[in-house]
């Protein structure tokens, strides 16, 4: 079992739609939630982070937190075109940040 | 904010040669940063954690003796590819956190590595 897992898509969604993306993680003693985006070419970029059980929102993103289940997700509103990139999902352990597989979303206009 | 730099952003080398990349903090310190490869479709594997004026932390399968890294200062790591052979060729990342790791991650630019 991979430490961080996410559907490697691609998921495709239409422009204004609700993307969501989905991650698990094996280790029930993180502590620490990433988002990143990734677009082609690039390095990641931060889109969110979430410590606690529960749901976080930042304009059209939000994040999900369950802890119980080990699952960490992350919902876009009103999805634009350029949001289509990559979405790594990462765990903070053991002083180490580990990143699941990626999650391509395409959004059609 | 925090911003971390990478040089150079791309290369390309003979087989052979050595290869150095540059990570810097541009306003903070950074105690500890954070060194990635990515091959293409993948995702960001860490390859070692770099803490300034101590030896780096290599995860398991990275050739310690290949990847050199220095973490000189507060502000600066340094990843040196030897004898670099078509197979390093990747995108190597590098990062830093503000706080501690579970404060979030500052990524450079990266650097796309080829080797002929």
């Known amino acids: 079992q991979k430490e961080v897992e996410q559907n490697s898509g691609p998921l495709s969604v239409p422009e204004g739609a609700i993307a969501s993306l989905n991650c698990t993680y094996s280790?029930?003693?993180?502590?620490?939630f990433f988002w990143y985006r990734q677009y082609s070419g690039k390095s990641p970029e931060l889109i969110m982070f979430?410590?606690?059980?529960g749901d976080k929102e930042d304009g059209r993103f939000t994040a999900q937190l369950n802890k119980a289940s080990q699952y960490v997700s992350l919902l876009i509103r009103d999805s634009q075109p350029s949001d289509s990139a990559t979405y790594l999902c990462?765990?903070?352990?053991?002083?180490?940040?580990?990143f699941g597989q990626g999650t391509e979303l395409s959004v059609k206009p | 904010g925090a911003v971390v730099s990478q040089h150079p952003s791309w290369v390309i080398c003979k087989s052979g040669t050595s290869v150095k990349i540059e990570c810097r903090s541009l306003?903070?310190?950074?105690?500890?940063m954070f060194w990635y490869r990515q091959f293409p479709k993948q995702s960001l594997m860490l390859m070692a954690t770099?803490?300034?004026?101590?030896?780096?932390?290599?995860e398991q399968g990275v050739e310690k003796d290949k990847f050199l890294i220095n973490h000189a200062s507060l502000t600066l790591s340094t990843l040196t590819v030897t004898s670099a052979h078509p197979e390093d060729s990747s995108f190597y990342i590098c990062?830093?956190?503000?706080?501690?790791?579970?404060?979030?991650?500052?990524f450079g630019n990266g650097t796309r590595l080829t080797v002929t």
């Open positions: 990062s830093a956190s503000f706080q501690d790791i579970n404060s979030p991650l500052h």
């Open positions: 280790d029930r003693g993180s502590q620490s």
């Open positions: 979430i410590y606690s059980n």
């Open positions: 990462a765990v903070g352990r053991g002083g180490k940040l580990i």
């Open positions: 306003d903070f310190q950074a105690t500890t």
């Open positions: 770099s803490n300034e004026g101590s030896k780096a932390t290599y």
